[in-house]
Every structure is written in C-alpha cells, then in structure tokens.
C-alpha cells in the first residue's frame, strides 16, 4: 500500500485565495482526520470522519475552513479565503478499527500551505 | 479536562547514552497511549502503543515505554542513541474515543 497520499506537497498562495488541500486515506481504513500544525500552536485536530461521515468538526478555525468525504478513498479541505495566519502543514491520516481508542493513525507526509 | 503533558521540550545527548522523554497524562480509568516519532519534514510515524495489556511496552527502533499507573506516566526510553534518533516525539493518549489528545512534542538532539 502506499499510505497515505497528500496533495499538493507545497503550496504557496495569496491571501484571499481559495486553497484545496486533498488526502487519499489507505484503502480499507474506516476513520480520516485532518491536523494542522504550526510551531506556536503544534498539532491540533481540525475534523474527523467516520465511515465517511463527519463526527467531529470543533476543530476546525471558524467558516473559511471546510472538509468532505464523498467516498471513502477522497477527501479535502478548503480554506477560501486563505489568511497568512493559516499557513501550517496539514496532514492527513487514517486508521482503521473501532472506537476502543486504541486505532492507530497513519500520517500522511503533509501539505506546507504558506499564504502570502 | 483530558491533558497529557511532555515535561520536555528540548532534550540533547551524546550518541551511544540513554534517552529518556518524559510524559505525564490525565489520569483516566483506561487510556490508550502511544509515542509517534517525526523526522524533519516527514508525517507522523507510531512508535508504540500501550493499550491495557503489559505495562512495558517494545517498540521500533529498539525504543520502549513503562505504563505507571501510580505515577500517571508513560515515559519513553532508549538504552543507546544513535544519530537517526533525533526527531521530534509526541506523546499521545485517547480515552475510548477516535480523538487522540497530542502532546506538545519534545526534540531530540543527539550528538556525536
């Protein structure tokens, strides 16, 4: 398997852009969860999914940001308008299991967003 | 609230002495803990994972890990540091939840 795939590996925009962040989860994996994480803040959760559906979104910042699961192999995350303050990397990572706590997360290399 | 707490954030050794990176957790009737290791630039990779079975716990790289119980810990140890060690670890912990609750993280500098 290939993991976790992120795309755009880098992304460089400006502010007032809309940017598409996109994650293909590991085929199988019933659970997707976007992190952003920046040197003041660290890794923070900013939504999960379950069997595509979302479960929890108080992570996400506030309306610009936005997240989908139309199928179990795809999902995005959307920032329109981009600030400069959203710049961070944003990973994926899926696991599979139940809600026993114990699933383990596999990380995507991440998405460098710098807004200009 | 549900914390875990990394009581480094910076830790530096010499190539061949121990590495111990500490961390503390809320105390909960039945967490799950884990160490993820991330290298510069790269994903998060799991280290090991505790989930209510031996207290010690063995993971990749020759690294492993105690459960306390009494002492709400879940330190992170290694007998000899090589220079691939030097990363970024994060200590986790989920109480019955997909939610995993990430530690500050702590840098390990490993000199030679």
């Known amino acids: 398997d290939a993991g976790v795939i992120q795309s755009p590996r880098h992304e460089v925009t400006e502010m007032g852009q809309e940017v598409t962040l996109r994650c293909k989860p590991i085929s199988g994996h019933n659970s997707l969860f976007w992190y952003r994480q920046t040197m003041m803040r660290g890794l923070e959760l900013l939504i999960y999914?379950?069997?595509?559906?979302?479960?929890?979104d108080s992570g996400m910042p506030e309306d610009r940001f936005s997240a989908k699961m139309p199928n179990a192999s795809f999902s995005t995350l959307k920032i329109q308008p981009s600030e400069p303050r959203d710049s961070a990397v944003y990973f994926c990572?899926?696991?599979?299991?139940?809600?026993?706590?114990?699933?383990?997360?596999?990380f995507g290399a991440g998405s460098r967003l710098t807004v200009l | 609230a549900q914390s875990v707490t990394q009581l480094d954030s910076h830790v530096s050794v010499s190539e061949g002495t121990p590495v111990l990176l500490r961390c503390n957790y809320s105390?909960?009737?039945?967490?799950?803990l884990f160490w993820y290791v991330q290298h510069p630039n790269k994903g998060l990779q799991l280290l090991l994972k505790?989930?209510?079975?031996?207290?010690l716990v063995k993971g990749i790289n020759g690294f492993e890990a105690e459960f306390k119980k009494s002492e709400t810990s879940f330190h992170l140890t290694k007998p000899s540091a090589h220079m691939s060690d030097a990363a970024e670890y994060f200590c986790v912990v989920s109480y019955n939840t997909d939610k995993l609750i990430f530690g500050t993280g702590t840098r390990l500098q490993v000199f030679p």
């Open positions: 990572a899926s696991s599979f299991g139940d809600s026993s706590g114990a699933n383990v997360l596999t």
């Open positions: 999914f379950n069997n595509n559906v979302p479960i929890d």
């Open positions: 105390s909960s009737y039945s967490p799950s």
């Open positions: 505790y989930t209510s079975a031996a207290t």
